[in-house]
DNA sequence: GCGAGCAGCGTACCT
DNA sequence: ACAGGTACGCTGCTCGCG
């Protein structure tokens, strides 16, 4: 019987049945079900007056004949060329590798996922709501596909484990997981020690556990389960236990559990039939792109820097301790904690991963592992789709490290006079790369070949581009940018809380993410559309601009202090805010439409330091007090997380007294009053932690480092750091060494006061004293010890 | 054998 | 594994000196 249905996409794989190719898709109507849907997987091959040949062509492969299952011509647009391509279906994902290989033409796309491929050519994306008539389970046809959807709402749960670790990590093959919380519409604690609390299930041993915690998971039956770092730990760990105990581990469709993944160089981990967002990478690649500013990425700070709030969590070290002792009550209460954290955490991020999810048209799962090159890379294949361009290839290995060796020059710095300023105005251009590449129509289909010149703009590096008709990466770009600013507008309208603001806010939030990455995909090595006369043309654009700017701020009789990429920051002198914002509009007048430089703020005073070796100014290290009496800090020892607590305060001090109160006499003291703390052994270890991340592995480091050191030690007793662990160590006493005397924060037992004195404290503040006029010659010929013992007077 | 000077590695920041 | 531009600490090497 017929069944006229509609549900909610989520995403979509592949099954193979009799030789024939089913499109799994994963809805939610009223239930979170899997349909199925005949569609064969095909290639283009450039092959047209090879048709026949090609329609009769078979392949063996491990004893398998395989054979094309139907061919068509077809017209594509191939490198911005209208060109007729063969279309080849096969009968199954695999034989598009197999038949492709044996396909003596240029061929494309046939390394688009099976998945991927069904959800572009039906134009749905994660969210989409989809009208289809069903026999079975089997779709029979798909009578539309709409964007709005308010009433299908997804089920979420955050879960935790927490295991015994009496060597603080744990050896999954010897150490059991000892209890599992869970937290959303219904929350619990299973474990298998007496705990009396009412959220505590009580279980008879590990295995009992576990298959509890599968059958709450098949009871509450949640779309999306959240972790942190579950990808990587809790699900792979509660895997290892299963093995061990002999039982099975079925928290998705069909009695699978999951299934680890990579993505590029992040790994997750896939739980067939559900959603399982890992929030841990979620919240790095937020890290990555600026979004998120954290020492580091614990649940415990990432949750106090995302959410605003505190909340005790877990220690642990403690946990085998705790249950040891049959502390239990308190290891419950901690564990769901951690579970009601991670939901709440993952509430905060879920909208944003929803609309890059749909703008992208990304599956929510992969959005959670992905770059902002994948992101952009899915949105650009997804509009070439229906502008009928074939999707560039990416780049081999040989090809992307050619490309890599040869980076493509950058943006204008202008070197700034160090001193203390009074009244600067600071102008930007708003989004100057993403509007440089539609003003200009930049895009690597668009680019004239040498010597031709017909209707186009010239970059200042020669380059040409086409005016007319829109490329495919302006065109883009574009849309992003005017769905940003209607939504921008309807923002302004809403009330601020509401489920309809957030939602809205969060889209915002994604089209400003994609719209930014565009020109950085540009230029990356990997990318389906790398162009170097692209990415060096907005680069050019971009610092003529900068440059013509600053020019005629001069000419209008300002001073110049400073600029970077895109900003400006002028002295106004004798003149004031009025012939500031006339000069603003003058700049504007003649920019193409989509550019436009604004005024981001005027400041009260500035300052504006000297490089650690050298005279001149140092770029991107500055600190600036608004009107409004904040003050906004770049690039100074404390914004950054390898140096420690105690430096960045004196430093914020010493910058906060001269900004606001000029006492050189003031500031002075402050740092005496640390230097004092240190030299008495006063100051607390905690206030003395330097953090720092490790891009390798600790044992592939040549140079050994005071962070690879720690981190070395570290290891050895057990503390499970690896490539991306930010290592927290301090500076003792015994070695003879930086690095020697480098200690992992949690076995520091000593502090090394003429360290922190002389490479933390006293570097961090003396440039910004010698602006004040502090004894300059003396700062500059004597050594470190000398200027010590100045201070020390 | 030892300290000074320096190159290069490595990290985190800015836009 | 998104771009380039930039500052700067630390290690480990070279070199000159004795």
């Not at 415990?300 to 995302?306: G, L, Q, S, T």
């Not at 005790?312 to 502390?327: F, N, P, S, T």
């Not at 951690?338 to 890059?356: K, R």
Request: glycine share 8%; net charge positive; with cysteine.
């Amino acid at each position: 019987m017929v069944k006229k249905k509609k549900a909610l996409f989520l995403d979509a794989d592949y099954s193979v049945n009799d030789n024939k190719t089913y499109a799994r898709l994963l809805v939610k109507g009223k239930k979170r079900t899997r349909l199925l849907f005949q569609y064969d997987p095909y290639f283009y091959a450039d092959a047209v007056g090879k048709k026949d040949v090609v329609a009769e062509l078979k392949v063996k492969k491990h004893g398998e004949s395989i054979s094309v299952k139907k061919v068509e011509v077809v017209t594509k647009i191939v490198d911005g060329k209208e060109k007729e391509l063969l279309k080849i279906y096969c009968n199954k994902p695999a034989d598009v590798v197999a038949l492709r290989e044996s396909v003596p033409f240029k061929c494309y796309e046939h390394r688009i996922h099976y998945g991927r491929r069904f959800m572009l050519d039906f134009g749905i994306r994660p969210f989409s709501i989809i009208h289809y008539e069903r026999e079975g389970n089997i779709i029979s046809k798909i009578r539309k596909v709409d964007e709005e959807n308010n009433r299908i709402k997804l089920d979420k749960i955050a879960f935790d484990i927490e295991v015994y670790n009496p060597l603080g990590a744990p050896r999954e093959k010897k150490d059991p997981a000892i209890m599992i919380s869970y937290f959303g519409e219904k929350k619990g604690v299973i474990t298998y020690k007496q705990a009396k609390k009412s959220f505590v299930h009580v279980c008879k041993n590990e295995s009992e556990m576990i298959t509890g915690f599968e059958n709450k998971i098949a009871e509450l039956d949640p779309d999306v389960i959240y972790g942190y770092n579950s990808g990587n730990f809790d699900l792979p760990y509660l895997k290892a236990r299963a093995d061990v105990l002999k039982i099975k581990l079925a928290l998705g469709k069909g009695g699978k559990s999951f299934r680890m993944i990579r993505k590029g160089m992040i790994s997750g981990a896939k739980i067939p039939g559900r959603i399982h967002l890992d929030l841990y990478p979620a919240v790095r690649f937020f890290g990555f792109i600026g979004m998120v500013k954290a020492q580091v990425f614990t649940l415990e700070n990432i949750y106090a820097e995302i959410t605003g709030k505190k909340k005790k969590m877990v220690q642990r070290l403690a946990i085998w301790e705790m249950w040891d002792k049959g502390d239990l009550e308190e290891l419950a209460e901690y564990s769901l904690g951690d579970s009601e954290v991670t939901y709440e955490l993952g509430e905060h991020i879920y909208p944003l991963l929803e609309e890059l999810s749909k703008i992208t048209r990304m599956p929510l799962f992969d959005t959670g592992l992905a770059t902002s090159g994948q992101l952009v890379e899915s949105l650009l294949m997804s509009e070439s789709v229906p502008r009928n361009e074939i999707i560039p290839p990416r780049p081999s290995g040989g090809e992307a490290m050619e490309r890599q060796k040869n980076p493509i020059e950058g943006a204008f710095v202008k070197l700034p006079d160090p001193g203390i300023y009074d009244n600067i105005a600071v102008f930007d251009f708003r989004g100057l790369y993403p509007s440089i590449i539609i003003s200009y129509n930049i895009d690597p289909f668009r680019l004239l070949e040498k010597g031709k010149h017909g209707d186009s703009f010239e970059s200042p590096t020669g380059a040409r581009f086409m005016k007319k008709p829109k490329g495919l990466i302006p065109f883009t770009l574009e849309s992003l940018l005017d769905l940003r600013a209607g939504i921008k507008k309807t923002l302004k309208e809403m009330s601020k809380g509401s489920e309809k603001y957030k939602k809205a806010y969060a889209r915002s939030h994604a089209l400003k993410i994609l719209a930014n990455s565009f020109y950085g995909y540009l230029g990356y090595a990997r990318s389906r559309w790398y162009s170097r006369e692209c990415a060096e043309s907005v680069t050019a654009w971009g610092r003529m601009h900068i440059l013509d700017a600053a020019k005629k701020a001069e000419n209008a009789g300002f001073k110049v202090l400073y600029a970077d990429t895109d900003s400006l920051f002028l002295l106004l002198g004798d003149k004031g805010k009025k012939h500031a914002l006339a000069f603003l509009e003058s700049i504007n007048k003649n920019l193409p439409e989509k550019m436009e430089l604004e005024l981001e703020n005027f400041y009260t005073r500035g300052v504006f330091v000297s490089k650690k070796q050298e005279e001149k100014g140092a770029k991107k290290k500055y600190a600036m007090l608004a009107e409004d009496g904040s003050i906004k800090i770049r690039g100074f020892e404390l914004v950054r997380r390898d140096w420690s607590k105690i430096a960045k305060d004196t430093q914020y001090l010493v910058l906060e007294i001269i900004l606001k109160e000029g006492d050189k006499d003031k500031a002075i003291k402050v740092v005496k009053e640390t230097i004092k703390k240190l030299k008495e052994g006063k100051a607390a270890l905690s206030d003395l932690i330097i953090y720092t991340q490790l891009t390798k592995h600790p044992k592939n480091y040549e140079i050994i480092n005071p962070e690879v050191a720690a981190a070395r030690k570290a290891v050895a007793k057990g503390v499970p750091l690896e490539k991306g662990s930010i290592v927290p160590y301090v500076i003792g006493r015994s070695g003879k060494s930086i690095s020697d005397k480098a200690e992992y924060a949690d076995y520091a037992k000593d502090y090394d006061p003429d360290y922190y004195i002389n490479n933390q404290v006293l570097p961090a503040v003396m440039k910004i004293l010698k602006e004040l006029g502090c004894d300059e010659d003396e700062l500059k010929n004597k050594g470190k010890q000398k200027s010590l013992n100045h201070f020390l007077e």
